[in-house]
């Protein structure tokens, strides 16, 4: 697979992790394919947790073809993934009757160290190309969780094309439904020398990010950023530019990272999403307040991207203070 040049980094959970290879989707068969590949690595996913190993360096635990919970795994159960460093890769749901909550995940999987694990935690401590297979399985996994049924006439639904479309098993609906994916916008709003950032009140004392919120229907990319920042902040945005975006299957959703300048004079003020709303200089970030957003959220790069465009201060994550704010594990 070839990288596509760029300028600026991969946003962490996104870039060119795997070979997706849709076509392989509509091999009717693709599942046994897989079996009769020695080299085929599979993914177990209970609910949202996911199998993993190892302590304070922890990775995904790939099984290989002739354990027992892939023998055992129905066809309806796997997805295809794609080809992981050139490797095909499945993705195995298992149930509480495979894997009971009150049995050890070690003595299950025969793998020292295994657990079952939510990826939000743990996603920074995974290598990144590991984080983002594991952020895109467990998308797909919470999808077909909530899409068991037909929503137009409450029928069961089927697992086709490797588990990327669910089909109503009535044939007189036959309804496909695709993954979904919930747009959301986040912006950095800036007067060119101080950053506008809000906190919301369930937040630890201190912890400051970016603007966000859904996208809603009728409604483009530019239009909910100016609408966001307004609702929560009393800002009126003066332009945007879109950024970058990242994957966030927390549950489902793309984050569509922009840029906005607001004037100078401008007030914020808190509202009913956030409990304070101000603008903060390069000074006071480089100090350490606000507690700034993981290193590795779109929200941290939009900040980092606006700190390091004017020079005097050394790059935004070289500075101890800065980015203390992590996901608790």
Do not use: K
């Not at 937040?203 to 970016?210: C, D, H, I, V």
């Amino acid at each position: 697979m070839t990288e596509t040049p760029r300028a600026t980094p991969w946003n962490f959970l996104a870039g060119p992790y795997i070979d997706r290879r849709a076509e392989a989707r509509e091999h009717a068969v693709w599942w046994d394919e897989a079996r009769r590949d020695p080299q085929t690595r599979y993914v177990l996913a209970r609910g949202t947790a996911q199998l993993v190993i190892g302590g304070l360096h922890p990775g995904i635990a790939f099984l290989h073809g002739g354990h027992p919970l892939v023998q055992r795994a129905a066809p309806e159960s796997m997805l295809l993934l794609g080809w992981y460093r050139e490797t095909r890769c499945v993705l195995i749901e298992i149930d509480e009757t495979e894997a009971p909550a009150d049995r050890n995940p070690a003595e299950l999987t025969g793998l020292a160290d295994a657990r079952f694990e939510e990826l939000r935690p743990l996603a920074p401590l995974l290598e990144q190309t590991e984080a983002s297979l594991l952020a895109y399985a467990r998308a797909l996994s919470y999808w077909r969780r909530r899409h068991r049924y037909c929503g137009a006439c409450g029928t069961p639904n089927l697992s086709i094309r490797a588990g990327h479309v669910l089909r109503c098993s009535n044939p007189g609906c036959a309804i496909e439904v695709f993954p979904r994916i919930d747009p959301a916008i986040i912006v950095l709003v800036t007067d060119g020398e101080r950053a506008l950032l809000g906190r919301q009140a369930s937040w630890p004392q201190g912890r400051y990010s970016t603007i966000a919120g859904f996208v809603e229907p009728g409604e483009s990319l530019e239009d909910a950023v100016a609408r966001e920042v307004h609702e929560e902040t009393g800002v009126q945005v003066l332009e945007s530019r879109y950024h970058s975006s990242q994957p966030w299957p927390f549950p489902s959703s793309l984050m569509l990272g922009f840029s906005a300048t607001a004037s100078p004079e401008s007030r914020p003020q808190g509202s009913d999403e956030l409990e304070d709303a101000r603008w903060f200089t390069r000074e006071q970030i480089a100090s350490g307040t606000p507690m700034l957003p993981p290193r590795t959220s779109i929200s941290f790069c939009l900040i980092e991207h606006w700190f390091d465009g004017a020079g005097g201060f050394p790059p935004l994550r070289e500075i101890p203070a800065v980015g203390r704010w992590e996901t608790p594990r």
